[in-house]
């Protein structure tokens, strides 16, 4: 059986030779370096290949990344305040180039003044005729090295205050070449198994640690990056796949039948006919619910693709099965919108469908408590409400939470007790999730997808116009207004900034005013801060046809339901990711009349806010939108990630390390069908290492 011992990686990283408390305490403060086990797991964010050194009369175009070695022979600090920058002259044998920093002036100035050879890295670009490269890496080379120096040289991450303070990127290569060979064999325990290593060719641990920081050439170097994350990922989905495991083995409600309630409707009330993905995903959840365990199933379809329709369905084979269900929204808005809805659809239907938000209250409140626990009300609808420990089900069989990402795990979890046994779970969100967060931040729910859209849905033309068109724009929505249609104006909503964005709310308001009088236009107003009655009165206006304009925040990002809107305006859309613009321009094309989403941007953009503007005029996959949202921002920025560690990893990238994340999770699946608890001796040091991670909580609960 494994038996730890405490090795030197657990040492406090001031007790490193030339560290001392003042630096130790630089690095736990700036870059979470706390012990020498930290230092090891600080990996370079690139490599300088020797071998692969330009000269200044080589380059060729702007945007080209170029590595020279050269003098700095002038430099000069020019400007003042936000102006100040810092020059310099770099030259070698071929010819010389202008070195630029707007920031890190005095470290620049610092290391400059020393004088010597120094390797440079950097983007070139063309300014008035001659080269120049912003912010270089600068590197100061020793005396007894030059440029005919090869092999690959380790780059580290620092900022301005560690370099004034001597922590500069040189000085953690020297600690990390000086930690090495101080580690044993022993101190880095191989603790994936033998066997997976051996499937998918992976170099032993410590041989991987010594390669990532000094690699003896890129064979070397591509093995120990791959070992290292392969080793992050599958530590990351052994957790994930536990989980997923446990859900399938926990006992369930089962539903013996279809019965009465959704043949009837099925037959007599739907409103259109289901498209394939409907189906689908109807009989997989027909199959769950048959199973004796409880489950746990996402849904994510595209805006307008049907959810809802699909989610009364399985409401109703709960009701069949003598079971209440429950369906909880993140919002009031959203909780009425649904209400309506199935309200609308259960007129000619014998099923009790009761609301409870926090609105409810009083008399109202208690009569609605009184007649679920007794089992009168089949259907609840509401928000975080609905959660609360006075809120008793008869009996509960069915959870439905929509736009789930809104809603905190343990929140989810709350409605998990509101029965002997846990009931079914249907999450649910219109913001397709890429596959990659598909196998990582949601890897422990099974998966149903609705791509389909119901027949006769017109497909939304998408325009990106400047400040410059705004006339132009409001001219548009003033024709389609006197056509008898109506217009969203969103602006955007930031809750760092949000006195300013309010502010810039109000006086959006009045500037819409101006182009929509008050005698011939009605404008209503909606945000977040406003009142329930006086924002629920401004939405009803605007549903109900007595308002042509609805300003508004996000807070009708999900929720409102008007086919008559035909114009989607987005003002200043650049400060929107991808998946909440594409939620947006999914508030309008509900109705049989052409429409219009309007991206509405300053005139100079930044790179990324131009591609998100060409990306939303020419895609109109939701899902497509999502994989290119993930790319821009990274998962770590995408709504709806959970707190699972997928986001923190050091090395592997869950966007282009897929294959490696795909070929972990296996390796993760077929240890835990032979061993799900890791009690064998080949899997004691991995249960271990698993036990000693904080994003690990689902193992330390079943030792």
């Known amino acids: 059986m494994f038996k730890h011992t405490s090795n030197i990686l657990q040492t406090p990283i001031e007790y490193l030779k030339g560290m001392g408390p003042q630096r130790g305490e630089l690095l736990r403060k700036h870059l979470s370096i706390f012990t020498f086990g930290d230092l090891l797991q600080f990996y370079p964010y690139r490599y300088v290949d020797r071998s692969s050194i330009q000269q200044i009369r080589q380059i060729q175009q702007d945007g080209q990344f170029v590595q020279l070695i050269g003098r700095i022979v002038f430099f000069d600090i020019v400007g003042q305040g936000r102006a100040r920058r810092l020059t310099a002259t770099f030259k070698d044998a071929s010819g010389q180039i202008e070195l630029v920093w707007f920031q890190g002036i005095s470290w620049a100035e610092k290391l400059i003044a020393e004088g010597g050879n120094f390797l440079v890295f950097g983007k070139v670009s063309l300014f008035n005729g001659s080269w120049n490269i912003s912010h270089p890496e600068l590197e100061k080379l020793e005396k007894e090295k030059n440029e005919t120096n090869l092999g690959l040289m380790p780059m580290y991450s620092s900022n301005e205050k560690l370099k004034t303070r001597g922590i500069t990127p040189k000085l953690i290569s020297k600690m990390i070449q000086g930690l090495l060979p101080q580690v044993k064999p022993t101190d880095l325990p191989d603790f994936l198994p033998e066997n997976i290593c051996t499937k998918y060719h992976l170099c032993d641990r410590f041989n991987a640690m010594q390669q990532i920081h000094f690699p003896v050439n890129q064979n070397a170097m591509q093995q120990a990056l791959y070992r290292l994350k392969f080793e992050e990922l599958f530590m990351h989905q052994i957790g994930i796949c536990k989980l997923k495991l446990n859900h399938q083995k926990s006992r369930g409600f089962y539903f013996e039948k279809v019965g009465d309630y959704f043949n009837q409707f099925y037959k007599n009330h739907l409103p259109f006919e289901l498209t394939d993905d409907q189906k689908n995903v109807i009989r997989e959840i027909r199959l769950d619910t048959q199973s004796g365990h409880q489950m746990n199933r996402l849904l994510q379809g595209d805006v307008g693709s049907g959810k809802t329709i699909v989610a009364l369905l399985c409401m109703l084979l709960a009701i069949d099965n003598g079971f209440q269900a429950c369906l909880m929204a993140p919002t009031e808005i959203l909780a009425q919108q649904h209400l309506v809805g199935i309200q609308e659809l259960l007129q000619e239907m014998p099923v009790r469908v009761g609301f409870l938000s926090g609105s409810v209250k009083g008399k109202d409140r208690k009569i609605i408590l009184q007649q679920l626990e007794a089992g009168e009300i089949q259907i609840l609808i509401g928000t975080h409400a609905l959660i609360e420990s006075t809120v008793v089900f008869k009996n509960i069989g069915l959870s439905i939470i929509d736009e789930q990402h809104r809603f905190g795990v343990a929140q989810r979890a709350q409605l998990w007790k509101k029965n002997v046994l846990p009931p079914h779970v249907l999450v649910m969100t219109a913001t397709p999730i890429p596959r990659t967060l598909a196998m990582t931040s949601y890897g422990d729910l099974e998966i149903s997808v609705i791509k389909q859209l119901p027949p006769g849905r017109k497909p939304i033309s998408t325009i990106h116009r400047t400040e410059m068109h705004r006339a132009r724009v409001m001219d548009f929505i003033k024709t389609e207004i006197q056509q008898g249609r109506q217009a969203y104006i969103v602006y955007p909503l930031i809750e760092e900034s949000e006195k300013l964005d309010y502010e810039n709310l109000y006086s959006g308001y009045e500037q819409v005013k101006q182009f929509f009088p008050d005698h011939t236009y009605k404008i209503a107003m909606v945000h977040g801060k406003q009142p329930i009655e006086e924002r629920e009165q401004n939405m009803q206006a605007f549903i109900k046809g007595k308002a042509h304009i609805m300003v508004a925040t996000t807070v009708i990002e999900v929720g409102v339901n008007v086919p008559n809107a035909s114009v989607m305006l987005i003002e200043s859309?650049?400060?929107?990711?991808?998946?909440?613009?594409?939620?947006?321009?999914?508030?309008?094309?509900?109705?049989?009349?052409?429409?219009?989403?309007?991206?509405?941007?300053?005139?100079?953009?930044?790179?990324?806010?131009?591609?998100?503007?060409?990306?939303?005029?020419?895609?109109?996959?939701?899902?497509?939108?999502?994989?290119?949202?993930?790319?821009?921002?990274?998962?770590?920025?995408?709504?709806?990630?959970?707190?699972?560690?997928?986001?923190?990893?050091?090395?592997?990238?869950?966007?282009?390390?897929?294959?490696?994340?795909?070929?972990?999770?296996?390796?993760?699946?077929?240890?835990?069908?032979?061993?799900?608890?890791?009690?064998?001796?080949?899997?004691?040091?991995?249960?271990?290492?698993?036990?000693?991670?904080?994003?690990?909580?689902?193992?330390?609960?079943?030792?």
């Open 573 to 703: 859309a650049e400060r929107f990711g991808l998946s909440q613009l594409h939620q947006l321009r999914g508030r309008v094309g509900r109705g049989a009349d052409k429409s219009y989403c309007i991206l509405l941007t300053t005139l100079k953009l930044s790179v990324s806010g131009r591609e998100r503007m060409r990306t939303m005029v020419e895609e109109t996959s939701g899902f497509a939108i999502a994989e290119k949202d993930l790319e821009l921002r990274g998962p770590g920025d995408i709504e709806g990630t959970r707190q699972s560690g997928a986001a923190d990893l050091k090395l592997a990238d869950i966007i282009k390390d897929l294959p490696i994340m795909e070929q972990s999770r296996q390796a993760a699946i077929d240890i835990l069908l032979i061993d799900p608890e890791l009690t064998k001796p080949d899997h004691a040091l991995l249960r271990y290492q698993l036990l000693q991670r904080p994003d690990q909580e689902i193992w330390r609960h079943i030792s």
